[in-house]
């Protein structure tokens, strides 16, 4: 992560020095220009590297990687240019370079965004006057705007599972980023499983990697949700298990399923 950042650090620094350079006041502010793009342009050159290696991992929207892939080369060839031109002493060619590498890194650093956190990562968690302000519609979790007596009608997947991968496990394993090869958004998608193996086993969630994953040891490598990501609850991993011990059906309801009391308690504390 430092090594992605401090490049973008410098350059949008760089970039505020010059900028504050054009004011009398401060017109020394870029003193240190050269020092910054000694270190700046091949620290942009490794970062973009590193970002194609980390790419062939796979598990994200095609198209939002290849526009993030090649906008971040973009930047670190202009980044390169700006540098040379800096030390060539072609100062009006060096800040125009310079400041077509910044917009090019906004650009490149909010498709990044979106492809770790998912392209709703700037107003997902906005305060509601703003998303109502930007016509964003909030989408209710099921399983927090339904009592149980209600949910009793609805398939079990529907009302109940597919809620906990929602709000745990799909901005992983979704449309727009898909690791492991493993999707969750859909009932289909995950009795498929990830390039790895099966995500569940019916019958037995003992056996099944989506448990045993989420019952490791958070600092666990395998562990899922990674440390940092909304972890889940107890009382969803009851759910999970109790679900696949059931048979992992998609249409049945709960009352056809018969939840023991312990189920009915997991739901109410959701």
């Known amino acids: 992560m430092l090594l992605v950042h401090l490049p973008i650090g410098m350059l949008a620094a760089l970039a505020t020095l010059e900028i504050a350079a054009w004011i009398p006041r401060f017109k020394n502010a870029n003193a240190s220009a050269g020092f910054v793009l000694a270190l700046a342009a091949p620290l942009a050159v490794v970062t973009a590297i590193c970002g194609w290696l980390l790419s062939l991992g796979g598990g994200y929207d095609e198209t939002l990687l290849a526009w993030h892939k090649w906008l971040g080369t973009f930047t670190a060839v202009t980044a390169v240019m700006a540098a040379i031109l800096f030390w060539r002493r072609n100062f009006f060619a060096y800040r125009a370079s310079l400041f077509i590498t910044v917009g090019l890194l906004m650009v490149a650093g909010h498709l990044g965004g979106s492809l770790t956190h998912g392209s709703d990562y700037l107003t997902r968690y906005a305060p509601e006057p703003i998303k109502k302000l930007l016509g964003i519609t909030a989408v209710k979790n099921t399983s927090a705007t339904v009592s149980v007596n209600e949910l009793r009608a ?10 906990i991968f929602e709000s745990k496990c799909v901005k992983c394993h979704g449309a727009e ?16 499983g990830g390039m790895d193996d099966v995500a569940i086993k019916s019958g037995n969630a003992a056996q099944s990697p989506i448990v045993q994953r989420a019952l490791l040891p958070v600092g666990d490598d395998d562990h899922m949700p990674p440390d940092g990501k909304p972890q889940l609850t107890a009382s969803e991993i009851a759910l999970l298990k109790w679900w696949i011990n059931a048979g992992a059906p998609e249409t049945n309801t709960l009352d056809s399923l018969q939840p023991p009391a312990k189920i009915l308690a997991a739901l109410s504390a959701r």
């Open 154 to 163: 609805l398939p079990v997947f529907i009302g109940v599972i597919e809620p």
């Open 177 to 192: 980023k898909t690791k492991g090869g493993l999707r969750l958004d859909s009932f289909a998608a995950l009795l498929k």
